[in-house]
């Protein structure tokens, strides 16, 4: 069996590490990247579509998908001439794209499992493939704010994954981080405090990270238009929150 006795697939990674360095002898490295993606393509729909699914199938589908972005991203087939080249790489980001979305893939790890950081921190770097390939969808963040809005998922759950929202933050479209930013501001308008304070500590996470200040004046702009309101939406109603934006 491929599962370790404290069951993880540590095995498994290593088995594919393993076996592009010895396709790599024979095929040269860039075939044998090639040939490994397409297995662990299809480790990765076996994990998640497993019927006894556990976290660390999930676990180790999430990093074999990682992985295998990275290699998409870093293969550079043999051709003669630079064009070429960087048709058939596009060809292959286009066909690993398409995967992900016909398989339904990206569903898949973003409905469970946010309460390991671990596991948060895997679907982070698969989320920054698609930024990096322009591919990251308005439905891809809306799936993560679903996590964050579920009235009965854990309030640590919801923290790690806000703070998964702060990572992508970075990079995202104009258009994507005014809704993040209009979406942050009605929670504090219109959320418990708790919900608020967890969202002011995103935002402060988010300042600490800002050594450009890069994201000043929209930070500056949700929290007075949180605390005073708009011309179009009313401020913080309650005393508590309230302070906590005085405070921040």
């Keep these: 069996s491929l599962m370790d006795e404290d069951g993880t697939f540590c095995k498994l990674s290593l088995a594919l590490e393993h076996l592009e360095r010895i396709i790599a002898l024979g095929e040269g490295t860039d075939e044998a990247a090639a040939l490994v993606v397409r297995a662990r393509c299809g480790v990765v729909e076996a994990l998640l579509g497993s019927s ?40 292959d980001v286009h066909h690993t794209l398409r995967w992900l979305q016909d398989r339904g893939i990206l569903e898949v790890i973003l409905r469970s499992n946010f309460h390991h950081k671990q596991y948060v921190d895997q679907v982070a770097n698969v989320m920054l493939f698609l930024v990096r390939m322009d591919a990251l969808r308005d439905e891809h963040l809306e799936n993560i704010w679903a996590v964050i809005e579920a009235p009965e998922q854990h309030d640590s759950v919801k923290t790690t994954t806000l703070g998964l929202l702060i990572t992508l933050a970075w990079h995202l479209s104009d258009a994507q981080l005014n809704a993040l930013f209009a979406r942050l501001q009605s929670i504090l ?30 930070v500056t702009e949700l929290m007075w238009g949180a605390l005073l309101g708009t011309p179009t939406n009313a401020g913080v109603a309650d005393d508590d929150i309230a302070a906590l934006l005085i405070d921040a």
């Design 189 to 218: 308008v219109g959320g418990d405090t708790r919900t608020a304070q967890r969202t002011v500590d995103a935002i402060e996470q988010m300042v600490t990270q800002d050594t450009k200040a890069t994201m000043a004046r929209r």
């Design 52 to 91: 006894t699914p556990s976290f660390h199938k999930q676990l180790t589908a999430v990093r074999e998908l990682s992985k295998l972005l990275v290699r998409i991203s870093d293969i550079s087939l043999e051709t003669d001439d630079a064009v070429g080249s960087a048709r058939a790489k596009e060809a």
